[in-house]
């Protein structure tokens, strides 16, 4: 019982899952009409055969319906066998109701009818219809034996023909099922690789978004370390960053171009050819090189040379220069060659070259000004002053101010004016008849002249404009620098006489600036190691103010090599590793000098031989090894006095400083998505988080107290530049930085005199406001003047 039961239990399984092979139609009970005992063999056989068979043993009657079981039988069948004889064609009954509805579920399986006692084949051979319900006589049939009754067991051939029709279907129903398995498989396996490949591909994003924001923090890095052109080009090579970003990064670059790319090139020195800035002067062991400004390619070559020459000048009507190394008898000597393709005068003029050479330890040369009409004026370290013309022949001047420490001519070269070691300053002929009065200048304090000879030749000097006149000056012992400011004024001329150290402390650059602001004219040195400033004008000198100003601005470990002022108040310094620094100096609140750094660009790892700045801001700046480059800054910034007309008035509620007292924060998109800026003005800080996670954090303020005050430096005020992804920030201490949002990297720094001790207007104090263009701009009150700083991009 157990194994029967589990049979029934393995063959109901089967039902369920794979339906029935056969489905056995036949009539109950005795022949003439019944078969059951017919079916019941069959059945039996075809189980033992290992088939699945339906064999339903209760009539269901005369209804024309079946139960619901043999309905869902009938479905789930693959053949339907009918036993069929002469009673059941003529009576079927519910056979036929089976037949229809297998037909109806089934219309391409097979039905096998049975003959059992030949009514199938009377059928066929008469070719008469019983009934149109079975349509047997047009199907494949199997007959029994026929002995006038219907057989109890079933044929051999029966069961092989059944057993064979039921095994090609099973073999097509699992091959559909295989296929149909495949299929599924396959898309079950598609469906889960699809959301395995979004997984991954997410992942991948994610990763690749983090790839790109820390290659951006990357440039960020790099920007702060100074290699801005390394940064805009790693930049530029992505195309993931934004636009605004790589925007940014460009704006934060000088504009940097190769003037010329010379190898092996020991020094250079930039000079301006006469009041013209279009040559630069290059020297070098052998040779000296000129090469125009003008942006041309060319350049000229002057070959002769027997050691570095470290002075260049250039005569009033460019007619020739001169190369110089004055000193000491074994390093003085000179060469002349015509401006500027650097060809020879002449077979005479060569013996310039010759004579100027052959010096002695008493007749050392102590300095070479070019003169108009192919002249050139000599000084020798004994005080001796000569005139070399163009056919070679020297004519001494009749002049003996000892020592002698610097000469220089007016623009016609008639006259000449003399200091000697002692700080004595006269004017002469070329007779040597001395012009007007002598001068006696104090080193560091401005002097004022009102002589008409003094100011006549000052002003054909510098041509009414401020000029600076530089010298080297050698006693056999030391070297020192001297410097000679000159203002004309329209009613005399101011002068001032700076000394300093040639070997400790070399002097770099000189200029005269007026401050627009205060309308006072300053003298500004830069050396190696600081930047001082002198007030010229008496008028502007105030109360316990200081005429003279030094600072230590912030040094390269490297020391500074070379350095020069440019316009609008700033200068540029290199080391000798070849970083180029662009500094800024302004006005404190306690009238000090002070210097921020603005840019500090990596370039060729190179000393830094001269730097030269033109009239636009431009810096061309030289290098040992490499050549010259030139530096233009992509911002310039301006302070003027507005006129208080012109200022509308705030309203009455309006509060003179807008110092935030407690954190503040923005709703900003970043390349990061969104993400939220944060001010935190006790701690001078701003940070950018973004999905809980912080971005970058930068200090841009230290509150504490001032060396010289109680005051402390905060931030003032900050404004969003949406437009641009970037933001603008303002110091209690004038400190003025532009700062890309997505890295936190500065794209500019600025130092500007503003003080937020000083009287504040409502109309503009601190409302820092963004131009079109992408600048800012703000005003605040001083000394009873409206001052307006703008800082503005540079538009091609």
């Known amino acids: 019982m157990t194994a029967v039961a589990a049979l029934a239990s393995s063959r109901k399984s089967s039902e369920r899952i794979f339906g029935y092979d056969v489905f056995i139609s036949f009539a109950l009970g005795e022949p003439p009409r019944g078969n059951f005992l017919y079916a019941s063999d069959l059945t039996r056989r075809l189980q033992d055969a290992g ?53 109806k579920c089934h219309p391409q399986r097979p039905i096998i009818p049975i003959s059992l006692d030949g009514c199938l084949q009377a059928i066929a051979a008469e070719k008469t219809v019983v009934d149109n319900w079975h349509g047997f006589e047009k199907r494949k049939f199997i007959v029994e034996a026929f002995d006038g009754g219907a057989s109890n067991t079933a044929s051999l051939q029966t069961l092989n023909c059944i057993i064979a029709s039921v095994g090609r279907l099973r073999a097509n129903t699992k ?27 997410n992942a991948r994003d994610e990763a690749l978004h983090k790839q790109h924001a820390a290659n951006m923090l990357v440039v960020a890095a790099e920007q702060t370390n100074g290699e801005f052109l390394k940064a805009a080009d790693r930049a530029s090579e992505s195309n993931v960053f934004p636009k605004s970003f790589q925007e940014n990064i460009q704006q934060a670059l000088f504009q940097k171009t190769v003037v010329a790319d010379i190898q092996g090139v020991s020094s250079i020195k930039l000079i301006k050819g006469g009041s013209s800035n279009n040559f630069v002067l290059g020297s070098r062991y052998q040779s000296v090189r000129i090469l125009p400004v003008s942006g041309k390619q060319d350049a000229y070559d002057c070959e ?16 020739f220069w001169v190369g110089y190394d004055v000193g000491t008898s074994d390093e003085g000597s000179a060469i002349v060659r015509r401006w500027p393709d650097c060809e020879a005068l002449g077979s005479k003029l060569s013996r310039w070259e010759d004579m100027l050479s052959q010096t002695r330890s008493n007749m050392s040369l102590q300095s070479l000004v070019p003169l ?105 012992v030391v070297r020192k620098d001297l410097v000679l400011i000159v203002v004309p004024e ?157 200022i509308i008035p705030a309203s009455d509620d309006s509060s003179s400083s807008d110092l935030p007292e407690k954190d503040v924060a923005w709703e900003v998109n970043t390349f990061h998505g969104p993400a939220t800026l944060y001010l935190h003005p006790d701690q001078g800080d701003i940070e950018l988080v973004s999905q809980e996670q912080l971005v970058w954090r930068k200090n841009f303020a230290r509150p504490r107290a001032y060396e010289t005050g109680d005051f402390t430096d905060a931030i003032q005020s ?28 500065i794209l500019a720094r600025f130092a500007t005199n503003f003080f937020s001790a000083a009287q504040a207007i409502p109309s503009g104090f601190d409302k820092l406001v963004v131009s079109d263009q992408g600048g800012i701009s703000f005003s605040y009150e001083l000394n009873g003047k409206i001052i307006e700083v703008a800082v503005t991009p540079k538009v091609e």
């Not at 002769?304 to 007619?319: I, K, L, Q």
């Not at 003399?418 to 004595?424: A, C, E, P, S, Y």
């Not at 007030?535 to 000198?541: F, M, N």
């Not at 004038?734 to 890309?740: A, D, H, Y």
């Open 490 to 646: 329209e009613t005399g001329a101011i002068l001032l006489l700076q000394y300093f150290e040639g070997e400790s402390d070399p002097l770099l650059d000189a200029a005269v600036v007026k401050d627009e602001v205060t309308g006072c004219s300053y003298s500004y040195y830069l050396t190696s190691k600081r930047i001082g400033r002198v007030l010229l004008h008496d008028r502007c000198l105030g109360d316990d103010e200081e005429r003279k100003v030094e600072v230590d601005y912030p040094r390269s470990s490297l020391g500074y090599t070379a350095g020069g002022f440019c316009q609008n108040g700033g200068f540029v310094v290199g080391d000798w590793e070849g970083n180029v620094y662009w500094m800024r100096y302004a006005h404190s609140l306690f009238e000090d000098l002070k210097v921020e750094t603005e840019h500090v660009e990596h370039s060729w790892p190179d000393a830094v031989s001269g730097v030269a700045c033109a009239v636009d801001d431009s810096a061309y700046v030289s290098f040992r090894d490499h050549g010259v480059k030139l530096f233009t800054p992509s911002w310039r910034l301006h302070e003027r006095e507005l006129d208080r007309k012109m």
């Open 304 to 319: 002769g040379f027997a050691r570095d020459f470290s002075n260049m000048a250039v005569s009033a009507d460019h007619f």
């Open 175 to 201: 091959w559909r099922v295989l296929v149909v398995s495949i299929v599924l498989l396959l898309l079950v396996l598609t469906v889960i690789s699809w959301r395995m490949k979004f997984a991954a591909d």
């Open 372 to 476: 108009p009409k192919e002249r050139l004026l000599v000084g020798w370290l004994n005080g001796r002053l000569e005139i070399y013309n163009a056919n070679a022949q020297s004519i001494s001047l009749p002049i003996k101010p000892l020592p002698l420490a610097a000469v220089w001519a007016d623009s016609e070269g008639n006259r000449l004016a003399v200091l000697d070691q002692g700080d004595q300053l006269r004017l002469f002929d070329l007779e040597g008849k001395t012009i007007g009065s002598p001068m006696k200048l104090t080193i560091g304090k401005p002097e004022r002249t009102t002589s008409r000879a003094w100011v006549s030749f000052f002003g054909n000097l510098a041509d009414g404009k401020p000029q600076v006149l530089k010298a080297k000056i050698h006693n056999k």
């Open 718 to 745: 900050v404004v969003m530049d949406f437009a641009r992804n970037r933001f603008w920030v303002l110091t209690s201490f004038g400190r003025l930085s532009l700062v890309e949002l997505n890295t936190g990297s």
């Open 51 to 103: 088939l699945v068979v339906f064999f339903c043993e209760e009539e269901l009657g005369y209804e024309d319906t079946l139960t619901a079981s043999i309905l869902k039988a009938l479905a789930n069948t693959k053949v339907l066998i009918v036993i069929t004889n002469t009673e059941v064609l003529k009576y079927p009954r519910w056979i036929q109701t089976e037949v229809e509805q297998f037909r």
